[in-house]
């Protein structure tokens, strides 16, 4: 049974950090690509990050550009999200995901997906 479970979000304030982690189980963490969703109520689940497999390619909304860094760590089967200068309007509940195959964007194209661990900004 796969399992991703999200941890690390909670309060920060505007201009703050956070370092999101997803633990991955059940599979065969080092064949898949992972990624970082976000939605915030109201909106739609929008892409934020993802990576290969191997780590070596890695693609971020505009939106979090030069913010946010994506990486993994195959050895512990953990995928992380460093959130750096955030924003009130990142404030939302992020999801991470897991994609056997290429990195790609959408949604729909991942396999898996945690529970979510919850980002709030303040101002």
């Known amino acids: 049974q796969v399992q991703l479970v999200e941890s690390g979000g909670g309060l920060v304030q505007a201009g703050g950090s956070l370092r999101l982690s997803c633990a991955a189980s059940?599979?065969?963490?080092?064949?898949?690509?992972m990624g970082w969703f976000r939605q915030a109520p109201g909106k739609e689940r929008e892409f934020v990050a993802t990576?290969?497999?191997?780590?070596?390619?890695?693609y971020s909304a505009e939106s979090v550009k030069g913010r946010f860094t994506i990486s993994r760590d195959n050895a512990k089967n953990t995928v992380y999200l460093q959130m750096n200068s955030l924003k009130p309007e990142d404030t939302a509940n992020y999801y991470c995901?897991?994609?056997?195959?290429?990195?790609?964007?959408?949604?729909?194209?991942?396999?898996?997906w945690g529970q979510g661990t919850q980002v709030t900004v303040s101002s």
């Open positions: 059940g599979l065969t963490f080092s064949t898949y690509a």
């Open positions: 990576i290969s497999y191997y780590g070596g390619s890695t």
């Open positions: 995901a897991a994609r056997r195959g290429s990195v790609i964007r959408a949604a729909p194209g991942y396999d898996y």
